[in-house]
C-alpha cells in the first residue's frame, strides 16, 4: 500500500482521535518524508530492517544528529508503525530492533541577571520608528524574563487571556494540551498595561494579545524572529527565546521559589524536567551548601 495514502490516514488519526498538537502532527510529517525520500521507497511493504539501520546510520554519521533528534526520528517512526500494523498493513515494527542511545544530561544554557536587565534596558531604548513598538516589544521580552512562557504560548496568547488587575496570565492549552495559570509581578503588570493602552489607541481589534503594528492581525513567528535577531545585534548578547524561558526558571530558584511552584508554573508534566535547572543555578546550590550544620 502507498506510505503516503497511509501517512495521511495517520495524521488525520493522530490530529483527530489521538488530539496530538499541529506541531506533532509537521514533525510526524517530516520525518516520514525524510525516511521515504532516503531510503527511495514509496510502498509500506519495501519498509524493512536494512533501510531503516541505513536511514539513522545515514543521520549519525552525515548529519551529524544528535542524540535528541535520533531519538525523535525513532519515536515518530516506531508510533507510525506501530499504527500500521494495529491497521494490519504491516506485520512487524523493524524500530524494535533500533537501539536507542543514551541522551546526554546538559545543563541548560541561560542568561545571567545582569544580561536579563541588559537586554531589557536595550529594548527599551532601542531607537524605533513608532511608540507603539516600544510598548509593544518591551511587554513581549519582559513576559519572557518573567513569566518563562513558551514561544508558541506566547504567540498564541489571546486578548482575554491576560489580567492585569488580578496579576495572571492563563495559557491556553499550552505543550501537552494542557491549560495552566501563570501569576506575574507588578513590574510585568505595568509593562503589559502600558502596551494595552498603546494597543487600543491603534485600533486592533484581533483576538491575538500581541499584534503586528501594519496589520491588525497576531504578531507572527517570523516577525519575532527578526525582533529578536535586532535586539540580539544592539545587546550584543546571543540569545534566543527558548534561553529565556532557561533564565527564567534559573532567577526563579536563585530568588528562592521551590521547585514545585516552579515546575507548575514552567508546564512541566514531570517535576524530574523541573530540576535540570537546579545545576544550573550555581547561587541556589552555593546557598543550600552553607545550610551544612558544621560549615
Known amino acids: 500500500m502507498n506510505i503516503n495514502i497511509l501517512s495521511q490516514k495517520f495524521f488525520d488519526y493522530s ?5 496530538y498538537a499541529p506541531r506533532t502532527i509537521q514533525r510526524y510529517k517530516q520525518i516520514i518524508t525524510f525516511y521515504c525520500n532516503h531510503s527511495k521507497i514509496s510502498e509500506i511493504e519495501e519498509v524493512n530492517n536494512e533501510n531503516i539501520k541505513s536511514l539513522f546510520y545515514y543521520g549519525r554519521t552525515v548529519k551529524h544528529w544528535s542524540t535528541n533528534t ?5 519515536k515518530s517512526l516506531r508510533v507510525f508503525f506501530r499504527w500500521c500494523i494495529k491497521e494490519q498493513c504491516m506485520t512487524h515494527n523493524p524500530m524494535e530492533e533500533i537501539e536507542l542511545p543514551k541522551i546526554e544530561k546538559r545543563i541548560p544554557p541561560k542568561l545571567t541577571k545582569q544580561e536579563s536587565s541588559r537586554i531589557l534596558e536595550v529594548v527599551d531604548n532601542y531607537p524605533y520608528d513608532k511608540s507603539f513598538l516600544r510598548f509593544r516589544n518591551y ?5 519572557y524574563i518573567f513569566t518563562g512562557i513558551r514561544k508558541s504560548e506566547l504567540l498564541n496568547l489571546k486578548f482575554t487571556d491576560v489580567d492585569v488587575e488580578n496579576l495572571s496570565i492563563f495559557i491556553r492549552q499550552g505543550k501537552g494540551a494542557k491549560d495552566r495559570i501563570i501569576p506575574i509581578n507588578y513590574r510585568l503588570a505595568e509593562a503589559l498595561q502600558k502596551y494595552i493602552e498603546v494597543r487600543k489607541k491603534t485600533f486592533k481589534t484581533c483576538p491575538e494579545f500581541f499584534v503586528s503594528y501594519t496589520y491588525d492581525m497576531g504578531f507572527t513567528d517570523s516577525g519575532l524572529k527578526r525582533l529578536v535577531a535586532k535586539i540580539v545585534k544592539a545587546s550584543g548578547i546571543q540569545f534566543g527565546v527558548h534561553k529565556l524561558r532557561h533564565t527564567f526558571a534559573t532567577l526563579m530558584l536563585e530568588g528562592g521559589c521551590d521547585i514545585y511552584s516552579l515546575s ?3 508546564g512541566h508534566s514531570d517535576i524530574k524536567t523541573t530540576t535540570i535547572y537546579l545545576a544550573a543555578s550555581v547561587q541556589h546550590l552555593r546557598e543550600q551548601i552553607l545550610k551544612h550544620p558544621l560549615n
Open 15 to 19: 490530529t483527530y482521535i489521538k488530539g
Open 139 to 143: 511587554a513581549i521580552f519582559a513576559t
Open 70 to 74: 535520533f531519538h525523535n526520528y525513532h
Open 264 to 266: 507548575k508554573m514552567m
